[in-house]
């Protein structure tokens, strides 16, 4: 049984029950161990304390989920037997059931992630069942198209078809949001689902699981393998009888992915990496955009694919913007997950992940930026966990690392600008292009802005919003493909073109 300080708000009745029990995969309806019965240790990042031991899945599971994932799409119930509306309604169950277990699904995310409670009750969970509700509403409405042709007597007609198999491979930063949200397409669509969490977040996916099979899922439709990537992750990219990889990760490990889909030409949509551009004029309500920027990019630690990491500010405001951003910075407050006291922040995920992040750090004070806060880790109670300052730099040469490259922690860069066709310039030269943000009280130079940059995702006076309905992804390197809304329905579709004649 893991221990935990008893500093922590207790755990709900469920959480301490499913830590107790030993862990399986879910494949094929059955709860298995690894094939190797090995496993691996998943951490609380406040306290670096084990959490749980997890199945190690490999080649050999992998290889069982795929059999039963096609058994269930080739031959099973879920494609020639249910309705699209009993389709529907099982997703819906399935929301029902994370509302009910909202607490324990909060409570293990906050856990394994680090993250505050709070947020997890009030962003990743209801996020997670919004989703699942609206992807539930499409499943009875994924229509074809009639359409004119010009050869006579011949009528051509499409239809939207599930693709099959999909291998859903998901990061660490919102566990169940990011699974929910390639989850929830895909069956709506009517596909079969292979998820792989992150190695450092399994258990929110492993708990999931139970709820798969509480709301009635048929055997091999939905199934969970916890692994490591190079190993479970890989195998799935690998494998024949997969049609589709839906990833949200890195764009380096997207990079492996691609080229590992080339034997069978499988499907690969892509959720990557950022380095958002977020440019405060001085003509913005700066209050606002004081509290946007600082949010934007502390959000989630700046784990976020969508931290807006390069500040722009135009440079008449630059010094007052500065410090009411370094005065909001100063104030928050870091804690661990579950500790009952409010608190902003949790720690960064691991060691590894601190290690990388203060070497960005140490590279931008090398490199002649300097310091307006923060870039210290936390010691005294929180000193087991890994707890960052959330750091403010200013004097960042646009050709640094920590200007250029995507830091996925709390780490932002202040740079002033002088003239909009520069700042333009300036955020668009990046090899991602996930989101960008403007605070302007000028409708005209927002609407040129939100024209001008190539980002999937163009935040005005705002910053973070993302909804179900809404597409969501990348331009260049920070993805292929868009989730949410109808273009999430298109991702987890193929279209067959239909011709009649009849003369
Ligand atoms: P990551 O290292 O790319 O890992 C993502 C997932 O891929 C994990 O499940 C990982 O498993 C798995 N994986 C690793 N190597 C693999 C391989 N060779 N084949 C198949 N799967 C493999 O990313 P991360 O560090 O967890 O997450 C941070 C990244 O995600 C950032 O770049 C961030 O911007 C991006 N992100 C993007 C979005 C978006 O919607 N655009 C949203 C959130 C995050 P292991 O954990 O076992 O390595
Ligand atoms: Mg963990």
């Known amino acids: 049984m893991v221990t935990l300080p008893n500093t922590y708000t207790a755990l709900d009745a469920r959480v301490s029950a499913f830590l107790a029990q030993e862990q399986r995969l879910l494949i094929g309806g059955r709860w298995l161990p690894a094939h190797s019965g090995e496993t691996f240790t998943t951490y609380d990042p406040s306290s670096g304390l084990p959490l749980a031991a997890v199945p190690r899945a490999a080649a050999a599971d992998v290889e069982l989920a795929v059999q039963a994932a096609r058994a269930a799409f080739d031959s099973g ?20 059931l994370l509302e009910q277990h909202a607490e324990a699904l909060a409570q293990l995310e906050a856990l394994d992630n680090g993250k505050p409670l709070a947020t997890a009750r009030s962003v990743d969970v209801p996020l997670s069942v919004d989703h699942l509700r609206y992807f539930s509403g499409w499943a009875n409405k994924i229509e074809g198209a009639t359409i004119p042709v010009n050869e006579k007597n011949m009528f051509a007609y499409t239809v ?32 079969c689902v292979i998820l792989k ?35 479970a992750g890989a195998a799935l990219v690998d494998h024949h009888g997969v049609d589709k990889i839906g990833f949200t990760g890195s764009t380096e490990v997207a990079r492996a992915i691609v080229k590992a889909s080339v034997s069978n030409l499988k499907r690969v949509s892509l959720e990557l990496g950022g380095k958002s551009p977020n440019i405060v004029f001085a003509d913005a309500d700066l209050e606002q955009a004081i509290h946007g920027a600082t949010w934007a990019i502390f959000g989630n630690n700046g784990q976020s694919c969508t931290a807006g990491a390069r500040l722009y500010i135009e440079r008449r405001v630059f010094e007052d913007v500065v410090e009411g951003i370094a005065e909001k910075t100063r104030a928050i407050t870091l804690g661990a997950g579950l500790d009952p006291s409010p608190h902003d922040l949790g720690p960064v995920i691991s060691a590894e992940q601190l290690a990388r992040v203060t070497g960005y750090i140490e590279a931008g004070l090398r490199g002649g930026a300097r310091l307006v806060t923060g870039g210290e880790r936390l010691g005294g109670v929180l000193a087991g966990g890994y707890f960052l300052q959330p750091t403010l730099f200013i004097d960042a040469h ?32 990046s090899e991602y292009g996930l989101a960008a943000g403007i605070w302007t009280h000028d409708l005209r ?59």
């Open 160 to 191: 939207r078809e599930p693709i099959g198999v999909c291998g859903l491979i998901v990061p660490w930063n919102y566990p169940l949001l990011m699974a929910i949200w390639k989850i929830a397409p895909a069956l709506a669509a009517g596909n």
């Open 398 to 429: 646009d050709d640094l690392s920590i200007v250029r490259e995507e830091i996925f922690g709390p780490v932002v860069c202040a740079l002033p600008f002088d003239d909009p066709a520069e700042v333009l310039r300036r955020a668009n030269s």
């Open 77 to 96: 119930p879920w494609r020639s037997g249910l309705s699209p509306l009993e389709r529907a309604r099982l997703l819906w169950r399935l929301a029902d």
């Open 445 to 503: 130079k927002a609407q040129r802005f939100a024209a001008a940059l190539q980002a999937g995702t163009v935040w005005i006076n705002t910053w973070g919003n993302t909804e179900a309905a809404v597409p969501f992804g990348g331009y260049k390197q920070s993805g292929h493909g868009r989730e949410m809304g109808y273009d999430a329905i298109q991702l987890y579709t193929e279209v067959k073109s239909v011709w009649t004649y009849y003369g």
């Open 197 to 231: 969490p992150a190695e450092q977040t399994p258990l929110s996916a492993l708990y999931l699981a139970r709820l798969f099979e509480e709301a009635g899922f048929p055997p091999g439709v939905c199934n969970v393998l916890t692994g490591y990537g190079e190993e």
